[in-house]
Antibody
């Protein structure tokens, strides 16, 4: 059974940093690109970032480019999202997402999400 | 970025009645391989989104046959032939052809 378990969210002051983690199991993690999607409270879904299966290729949405770094450790089946210079508008639930095909962009599994709150 | 526009944004439906949601994209989602890179997701209250339909018309595992997706190019439709209480939630379309993926605003389906 595929499982994606995010952690690392919490309350952080504006300008602060957080590192989110996503522990994956139930599939060959090292074969799949992985993605992050977020959802602000009461709002819709926003695509953030993707990393290729070997970590060599990354992409970031304009809203987080320069402030966020996606990475992965295939030996630990774990995906990361390092978030710096956090702003109030970064307050959201952050989802780790698996595509249904190794290089695909359709998402068949979503984690339960981890809430990041940016507030003083 | 590709703009995805859903309608309606709110959809009250009587159980047993059909429901339909429209999704339009600002650019064609039809790729040269003949597939439309358009997905539908349902986010039930308090839950993570779940994949319903991928590549425009393919049901994900476990999705009942009363839920179907259709369309091509820039116009797509999600149909539920007979709405049940378990269908309550917010439905999102998402284009998966152009980076970055983009989502529609969401359509909230509620039971009358």
């Amino acid at each position: 059974e595929v499982q994606l378990v995010e952690s690392g969210g919490g309350l952080v002051q504006p300008g602060g940093s957080l590192r989110l983690s996503c522990s994956a199991s139930g599939f060959t993690f090292s074969s799949f690109a992985m993605h992050w999607v977020r959802q602000a409270p009461g709002k819709g879904l926003e695509y953030l970032s993707v990393i290729s299966s070997n970590g060599s290729i990354t992409y970031y949405a304009d809203s987080v480019k320069g402030r966020v770094t996606i990475s992965r450790d295939n030996s630990k089946n774990t995906l990361y999202l390092q978030m710096n210079s956090l702003r109030a508008e970064d307050t959201a639930v952050y989802y780790c997402v698996k595509p249904w095909a190794p290089k695909g962009f359709s998402f068949d599994y979503w984690g339960q999400g981890t809430l990041v709150t940016v507030s003083s | 970025d590709i703009v995805m526009t859903q309608s309606p944004l709110s959809l009250p439906v009587t159980p047993g009645e059909p429901a339909s949601i429209s999704c339009r994209s600002s650019q064609s989602l039809l790729y040269s391989n003949g597939y439309n890179y358009l997905d539908w997701y349902l986010q039930k209250p308090g839950k993570s989104p779940q994949l319903l339909i991928y590549l425009g018309s393919n049901r994900a595992s476990g999705v009942p046959h009363r839920i179907s997706g259709s369309g091509s190019g820039t116009d797509f439709t999600l149909k539920i032939s007979r709405v049940e209480a378990e269908d309550v939630g917010v439905y999102y379309c998402m284009q998966a052809l152009h980076t970055p993926n983009t989502f529609g605003q969401g359509t909230r389906l509620e039971i009358k």
